[in-house]
C-alpha cells in the first residue's frame, strides 16, 4: 500500500504503512491507560488554553480543573519528559488528578518537542532552557485566580523530572511537595559519556534519535546535579521502575538519598515510560501523596 499515515505518539512523528499503524494503535493503547477517578465520585473536567509570557517566547499550557469547582483549587504542575509533550502529562495523571478533585496545568517546554505548541527548536533546548520556562510557569500559574497558592505542587517525568528537580530550590517557598517519574538525573553523567570536553561537543547531535545543539551538553560536564537539587528540602516522592534501561534506578535511588524528606517506591518490571498498569499505579500514588500534604 503506497498511501502512509503519521501517527504522533509521546512526542515522536512516525511514519508507517497501514499495519504499523494498527500496531501503533495498538501500543498507545497498551501504554496509555483510561483515565480514573481515584475517589468515589469522577468528576467531569474542563481544559482552558493559557498562555505564559517566558522572556522572548510564550509557553502554550492548559489547566485541567473540575467543572463543578468553586473558589481556587490545589494544583499541580506537570512536567513532561525529553521529546514528549504535555498531551501525555493531560491524558495521564493530570487527567486524573483533575477527575478526583484537584487541578493541573500541563504545558509545552519552547523546543521540547518536535512540534512543540511553546514553539521553538529542539536544538535550543537544554535542561537549563527547560528550568527558565518552568521558572515563568510557577511564576505564572501561582497568580491565577484559580490556584491555591498556599497548595501548588510539581510533578515531573523523566528529563521533566530533572528539571524540576533542579527547579525546586528556588521556589521553596512556593512548591509545597513534589513527584519525580524516574527523574533523569543521568543527563549529566550521560553528556560526559559522549563528550570529553566542551570543544568536542559539535553544534548539532543526536540523543535517542532526535537532533540537539551544543547548548543541550556544554553546561553539563562540570555540573553536580546532586548538590543543586538537595536544596529543596520539602517532601519528595519518587517513583521508578527496576527495568528501566534509559534512566537507571540507581540515579532515582540516589536522589532519594540526597533529598531530607522523600518517599522511594520501586515499581517491579517497570521500565522507562511506565506501562498503562504502572502509569494508572504511579498517578494513584501520587495522587494520595500530595492528598496527604494539602493544607
Not at 543521568?186 to 559519556?193: E, F, L
Request: proline share 4%.
Amino acid at each position: 500500500m503506497e498511501t502512509k499515515d503519521k501517527l504522533i505518539l509521546g512526542g515522536a512523528t512516525v511514519v508507517a504503512g497501514a499495519a504499523a499503524v494498527g500496531a501503533s494503535i495498538w501500543r498507545f493503547r497498551r501504554l496509555m491507560p483510561k483515565p480514573r477517578s481515584f475517589e468515589t465520585e469522577k468528576r467531569k473536567v474542563s481544559c482552558d488554553k493559557r498562555y505564559i509570557d517566558a522572556g522572548s517566547h510564550r509557553i502554550y499550557g492548559e489547566l485541567m480543573r473540575p467543572v463543578d469547582a468553586e473558589g481556587p483549587l490545589p494544583t499541580v504542575i506537570c512536567c513532561h519528559g525529553f521529546g514528549s509533550s504535555y498531551l501525555l502529562c493531560k491524558q495521564t495523571m493530570a487527567m486524573c488528578f483533575a477527575m478526583s478533585g484537584l487541578q493541573a496545568f500541563v504545558f509545552d517546554f519552547y523546543g521540547g518537542n518536535l512540534n512543540s505548541r511553546s514553539g521553538g527548536k529542539m536544538t535550543e533546548m537544554s535542561i537549563f532552557t527547560e528550568r527558565e520556562d518552568l521558572n515563568a510557569v510557577i511564576d505564572a500559574v501561582v497568580q491565577f485566580p484559580e490556584v491555591d497558592p498556599q497548595n501548588l505542587f510539581l510533578l515531573g517525568e523523566s528529563q521533566g523530572g530533572c528539571v524540576s528537580g533542579i527547579t525546586a530550590p528556588y521556589h521553596s517557598d512556593q512548591i509545597k511537595a513534589m513527584v519525580l517519574y524516574y527523574p533523569a538525573f543521568c543527563i549529566p553523567d550521560d553528556a560526559r559519556k559522549r563528550h570529553k570536553s566542551v570543544e568536542d561537543i559539535p553544534k548539532v547531535e543526536k540523543v535517542f534519535n532526535l537532533k540537539v545543539g551544543k547548548t543541550y551538553s556544554e553546561k553539563l560536564l562540570d555540573y553536580d546535579i546532586y548538590e543543586e537539587i538537595k536544596g529543596y528540602t520539602r517532601p519528595v516522592l519518587i517513583i521508578h521502575g527496576n527495568s528501566d534501561d534509559v534512566v537507571d534506578i540507581s540515579y532515582g535511588k540516589r536522589a532519594s538519598e540526597v533529598y531530607k524528606d522523600c518517599e522511594f517506591v520501586e515499581l517491579d518490571g517497570e521500565s522507562h515510560g511506565f506501562s498503562a498498569k504502572g502509569k494508572s499505579t504511579a498517578a494513584e500514588l501520587s495522587y494520595h501523596f500530595l492528598k496527604k500534604h494539602i493544607d
